[in-house]
């Protein structure tokens, strides 16, 4: 079956320090990947997607990046964080298809505090 | 654009009682529509999926929606709900390339 790790679960990191989340699949080949963002209050935001190695696609121009440096792992980064960054942070997996009547899959998700 | 509303924000119930969550969304073509339920710190868990068909659905941990086209709704439902339901419902419409546009979430809290 397949399995969806994030890590870390929580992180405290100071203003203008960099971030590096890590999302990773298993059981699957060829995901697509997803990385949101929730907010209080606020649902779930759509940051980035990927459907394949290098291949990236960004929802929102934010202070963040994403890598995929392999099939099924996917990366959120920053160089510098801003207060504005805080929030739950969730990474996703859907089955490589050509509509979107297949659901996503998530992780636990980590819980970024920006100090 | 595809926008998913959940209008309440939070509801609370009796355990044993029946529930009702509202999601109206807005789409230009037949929707996939999908709940998704979340307990406090944890990712999201599917609920159950509505592509075609059948206009009532049924999911997981006794949950169930109904379709509506004429109304643009998809509310979920359970007859009777018990204490570990309490939970975050996101309600979610698919639209192009498997791109999901969620709705603000409705916290279920349940009373003894």
């Known amino acids: 079956s397949q399995t969806i790790h994030q890590w870390p679960a929580t992180l405290v990191q100071p203003v203008g320090s960099p971030l590096s989340l890590e999302c990773t699949v298993e059981?699957?080949?060829?995901?697509?990947l997803y990385w949101y963002r929730q907010a209080a209050g606020r649902g779930l935001q759509l940051l980035f997607y990927s459907v394949g190695i290098g291949q990236i696609s960004s929802e929102v121009p934010q202070n963040l990046s994403a890598s995929r440096p392999q099939d099924r792992q996917f990366i959120l980064s920053s160089k510098k964080l801003l207060l504005s960054d805080s929030g739950f942070y969730l990474c996703a997996w859907g089955p490589r298809a050509g509509d979107s009547n297949q659901p996503q899959h998530f992780g636990d998700g980590t819980r970024l505090s920006i100090l | 654009a595809q926008s998913v509303t959940q209008p309440d924000i939070h509801i609370t119930v009796s355990e044993g009682a029946s529930l009702e969550l509202r999601c109206n969304y807005s789409?230009?073509?037949?929707?996939?529509l999908f709940w998704y339920v979340q307990s406090p710190g944890q990712g999201l868990q599917l609920l159950l999926k509505y592509f075609s068909g059948d206009t009532l659905v049924q999911g997981i941990k006794g949950f169930e929606a109904e379709f509506k086209r004429s109304q643009s709704s998809f509310n979920l439902r359970k007859p009777s709900v018990h204490w570990s339901d309490a939970a975050e419902y996101f309600c979610?419409?698919?639209?192009?390339?498997?791109?999901?546009?969620f709705g603000t979430g409705t916290r279920l809290l349940v009373s003894p």
């Open positions: 789409y230009g073509a037949t929707p996939y």
């Open positions: 059981g699957t080949s060829n995901p697509n």
């Open positions: 979610a419409v698919g639209r192009g390339f498997q791109k999901l546009v």
